[in-house]
Antibody, heavy 117, light 107 residues
Framework: EVQLVESGGGLVQPGRSLKLSCAASGFTFSNYGMAWVRQAPTKGLEWVATISYDGSSTYYRDSVKGRFTISRDNAKSTLYLQMDSLRSEDTATYYC??????????WGQGTLVTVSS | DIQMTQSPSFLSASVGERVTLSCKASQNINKYLDWYQQKLGEAPKLLIYNTNNLHTGIPSRFSGSGSGTDYTLTISSLQPEDVATYFCLQRNSWPLTFGSGTKLEIK
């Protein structure tokens, strides 16, 4: 059974940093691209970043480029999102998802990030 | 960026009714269009990928169609458990963009 479990969310002050993790199991992690998608409270879904299966390629939405870094450790089957210079508009539930030809086939349960003073 | 416009924003329909949701892209997305279902308080779930491919375990009452800029999700016979918000996603080009969603309820 495919499982994705996010962690690392919480309350953080504007301008500070936070690192999210996503532990994967039930599939060969190193064979798949991975992504982060966020959802602000009562809002729609917003793609944040994607990383290729081997980490050689990364893609970001403009609003997080230069502030967020997506990475992965295939030996640990774990995806990361380093978030620096956080802003109030980054407040959201962050989901990790398995990416690929067939879309975002599996999602974690999400972790809430609240940016507030 | 490619803009994805979903319609309607809200839909109320009866159990057993055929329901059609629309997603329109601001440019050709070459059928790289997925549909996701999100129930209240839950993570999104993939229903359809690449326009018309049913994801594993999804009931056959869900189907997708379209090409170019216009895409449709159809529920052939609405069930109570289909109450949710439905989002489309284009994966043709970066940045990936979601539609704003269609909230579906039972009349």
């Amino acid at each position: 059974e495919v499982q994705l479990v996010e962690s690392g969310g919480g309350l953080v002050q504007p301008g500070r940093s936070l690192k999210l993790s996503c532990a994967a199991s039930g599939f060969t992690f190193s064979n798949y691209g991975m992504a982060w998608v966020r959802q602000a409270p009562t809002k729609g879904l917003e793609w944040v970043a994607t990383i290729s299966y081997d980490g050689s390629s990364t893609y970001y939405r403009d609003s997080v480029k230069g502030r967020f870094t997506i990475s992965r450790d295939n030996a640990k089957s774990t995806l990361y999102l380093q978030m620096d210079s956080l802003r109030s508009e980054d407040t959201a539930t962050y989901y990790c998802a398995r990416a690929g030809y067939g879309g975002f086939a599996y999602w974690g349960q999400g972790t809430l990030v609240t940016v507030s003073s | 960026d490619i803009q994805m416009t979903q319609s309607p924003s809200f839909l109320s329909a009866s159990v057993g009714e055929r329901v059609t949701l629309s997603c329109k892209a601001s440019q050709n997305i070459n059928k790289y269009l997925d549909w996701y279902q999100q129930k209240l308080g839950e993570a999104p779930k993939l229903l359809i990928y690449n326009t018309n491919n049913l994801h594993t375990g999804i009931p056959s009452r869900f189907s997708g169609s379209g090409s170019g800029t216009d895409y449709t999700l159809t529920i052939s016979s609405l069930q109570p458990e289909d109450v949710a918000t439905y989002f489309c996603l284009q994966r043709n080009s970066w940045p990936l963009t979601f539609g704003s969603g269609t909230k579906l309820e039972i009349k």
